[in-house]
């Protein structure tokens, strides 16, 4: 199984500042055929599903902010957040899909200084 | 637009067994694989397997072979997740979720608590 690696487990940052969340693969998730990184971001508020944010490692779901970035390539990958706003208070997860089962990382809670 | 809308909260026995529902709308049904994500409270988030909405072919990820089985009713849009031998390990919520790869559409999750 490939193992998804987030840091760190929880992140404090004040309002209007960047944020950064790291994503490692146990192994490449960059697909050779088609130069396409196999690595989804979502963001989970509590009591809420799941909500994509990011796909093929950089490709922004439709309606997402753009202050929501993705970055990376291979077995290292990031997602920032730009300016950080109160409404981006949530756990994030990273999840690859280059290989079955599916994994996800343990999540990264993100919080207001 | 596209909805996957999930049966109520269960409170279930040890033993017992319990269905949950997932209906999709929105659109074409048997474009998407239909997938199964547990989240035991105060976890994160491990995918159980799919059911690939074409076949009816289910794929369990490991540790979610035999007590968990998925299926289908492709005339009502819908799949199904059955648990059966309920532990309090259980306890969880559960969701669906879209996608062949990655996920983006979820159903709003279903709560179930085995206690006796």
């Known amino acids: 199984d490939i193992v998804m690696t987030q840091s760190p487990d929880s992140l404090t940052v004040s309002l209007g500042e960047r944020a950064t969340i790291n994503c490692k693969s146990s192994?490449?998730?960059?697909?050779?055929?088609?130069?396409?990184?196999?690595l989804a971001w979502y963001q989970q508020k509590p009591g809420q599903p799941p909500k994509l944010l990011i796909y093929w490692a950089s490709t922004r779901e439709s309606g997402v902010p753009d202050r929501f970035s993705g970055s990376g390539s291979g077995t290292d990958f990031t997602l920032t957040i730009s300016s950080l706003q109160s409404e981006d208070v949530a756990v994030y997860y990273c999840?690859?899909?280059?290989?079955?089962?599916?994994?996800f990382g343990r999540g990264t809670k993100l919080e207001i200084k | 637009q596209v909805q996957l809308v999930q049966s109520g909260a269960e409170l279930k026995n040890p033993g017992a067994s319990v269905k949950v529902s997932c209906k999709a709308s929105?659109?074409?049904?048997?474009?998407?694989?239909l997938n199964w994500v547990r989240q035991a409270p105060g976890q994160g988030l491990e995918w159980m397997g799919w059911i690939d909405t074409n076949t009816g072919n289910p794929m369990y990820a490991q540790g979610f072979t035999g007590q968990f089985v998925f299926s289908l009713d492709t005339s009502v849009t819908t799949t199904y997740l059955q648990i059966s031998s309920l532990k309090a390990e259980d306890t969880a919520v559960y969701y669906c979720a879209r996608g062949n790869y990655y996920f983006d559409s979820w159903g709003q999750g279903t709560l179930v608590t085995v206690s006796s």
């Open positions: 929105g659109y074409i049904f048997t474009s998407y694989a």
């Open positions: 999840q690859q899909y280059y290989g079955t089962p599916r994994t």
């Open positions: 192994q490449t998730i960059l697909y050779s055929s088609n130069n396409k990184n196999y």
